[in-house]
């Protein structure tokens, strides 16, 4: 898709204030800056924690607060897969100020509601250990058990708060659950959460810049 078609796409909808970065897998290709300038240059590579490099990793829309680490400026950006006939092909990006994340229409769960056998239960967010997508299923693990949701992970994951981890394709921990992260003897990343009898959780290579630069270590 041609750039230049993008951006007269969008650019009625879009305030003065954004600016709009189109990447490849690799690099930015174009960058069209606007009142909130975060400085990107074509042809510079996507830095680990942008909303472009979790597009790529996830293949859905991202909208996320972005601290000054990335680019030196914070910025609230919302990214979008673009998808050709012959398959995905690049991230655009939306750029606006910090202040635009207080203003975001998505409220974050504060609750999700699991069933168990025949019975729905509202399940505080606080609650929730680890969040699995199996067998086309989406599953919430917690201390008293397990419970099945019609959400999707990708669904779930746009709307849970910070305390909330994606580390897998099939898994989202909860950050005050890990227990310990270790390596395996074939260097796997692996995460021990703090409920009895809770398997072993592995961070898939897409994921472990990531998470350690979330989690600092």
Do not use: C
């Amino acid at each position: 898709m041609n750039n230049i078609n993008i951006y007269k796409f969008i650019k009625d909808w879009v305030p003065p204030e954004a600016s709009i970065a189109f990447a490849d897998k690799n690099q930015y290709l174009d960058y069209q800056s606007g009142i909130h300038d975060i400085r990107i240059r074509p042809g510079q590579p996507i830095p680990s924690g942008s909303i472009s490099e979790r597009v790529f990793q996830q293949r859905s829309r991202i909208e996320s607060l972005v601290n000054e680490s990335v680019f030196g400026i914070p910025y609230y950006g919302i990214g979008y897969p673009i998808e050709e006939d012959n398959g995905f092909i690049g991230a655009l990006t939306v750029i606006l100020p910090p202040l635009y994340a207080l203003n975001s229409k998505t409220p974050t769960y504060s609750f999700i509601t699991g069933k168990h056998e025949e019975i729905w239960n509202p399940i505080p967010i606080d609650q929730i250990a680890y969040i699995e997508s199996n067998q086309k299923k989406t599953w919430l693990y917690t201390k008293n058990g397990q419970y099945s949701t019609i959400q999707t992970l990708r669904v779930l994951e746009q709307r849970l708060p910070s305390s909330f981890l994606r580390i897998h394709r099939s898994y989202i921990v909860n950050i005050s659950f890990i227990q310990q992260l270790y390596r395996d003897v074939s260097s796997n990343l692996l995460i021990k959460l703090k409920i009895p009898d809770s398997p072993e959780l592995t961070v898939s290579q897409t994921y472990v810049q990531t998470v350690r630069r979330i989690l600092e270590f």
